[in-house]
């Protein structure tokens, strides 16, 4: 069993739309983030998500918005997709205790 | 608020040759420490942590960090490198303690390994 799924794996999609990445895990952590890689592979936290608190780096533009369904979830939707959100997205979770975090394998947007 | 300097983009490196990439943080409160490597085209897999303790930590794979507070570095090394070591290293801060912040990362060192 996948620690943290992402799917899809790969989304190639046209500027202007509106499109969605799931992200699940089953390793009963308590928060959820979402990451962006860009092609210089710099990795930036976008957001971080448990079920008291919702943080959102300010950087981030608002089409992009996370939607938790349950503890266990943490999707990503973007609306009106633009080419410079072609990047790699990575799901990751962590539990208090500090494990550490696992991250997801990664889902590549490209928009054209 | 956290940042991390990766001083060296790219390290290469003769096979069997020990390796140190280096790592420093800026942080006006405590801080919990990761590496983290990523293969090409994979996500990222954590090689180990500081959280408090010793300040030498050992990871999987072989790799050791020492945590140095006076000069807020986290330098990752290995005794003797293999061609599989081949791959992007991530240094990574949040500050410590519970709550739903994520990681800071470095921009990362792509180590290359050379036969």
């Known amino acids: 069993d996948t620690a943290v799924s992402q799917t899809p794996k790969y989304l190639v999609t046209q500027m202007g739309n509106d499109k969605s990445i799931k992200c699940e895990q089953n390793?009963?952590?308590?928060?959820m983030y979402w990451y962006k890689q860009d092609s210089k592979k710099f990795l930036k936290i976008m957001f971080s998500?448990?079920?008291?608190?919702?943080?959102i780096n300010e950087t981030v533009p608002n089409r992009f918005s996370p939607k938790s369904p349950d503890k266990a979830h943490l999707n990503l939707h973007i609306n009106s997709l633009e080419l410079g959100d072609s990047a790699v997205y990575f799901c990751?979770?962590?539990?208090?205790?500090?494990?550490?975090?696992?991250f997801g394998s990664g889902t590549r947007l490209t928009v054209v | 608020a956290q940042s991390v300097t990766q001083l060296d983009s790219q390290v290469p490196v003769f096979e069997e040759a020990p390796v140190e990439l280096r790592c420093n943080y800026s942080?006006?409160?405590?801080?919990?420490l990761f590496w983290y490597v990523q293969y090409p085209n994979q996500g990222l897999q954590l090689l180990l942590k500081?959280?408090?303790?010793?300040?030498l930590v050992k990871g999987i794979n072989g790799f050791e960090a020492e945590f140095n507070k006076s000069q807020t570095s986290f330098h990752l090394r290995k005794p003797s490198v293999h061609i599989s070591d081949t791959a992007e290293y991530f240094c990574?801060?949040?500050?410590?303690?519970?709550?739903?912040?994520?990681?800071?990362f470095g921009k990362g060192t792509h180590l290359i390994i050379q036969p």
């Open positions: 990751a979770s962590s539990q208090d205790n500090w494990g550490g975090y696992t």
């Open positions: 390793l009963g952590h308590d928060t």
């Open positions: 998500y448990n079920n008291k608190e919702l943080i």
């Open positions: 942080s006006s409160v405590s801080v919990y």
């Open positions: 500081y959280l408090s303790g010793s300040t």
């Open positions: 990574a801060v949040r500050k410590a303690g519970g709550g739903a912040d994520g990681l800071t």
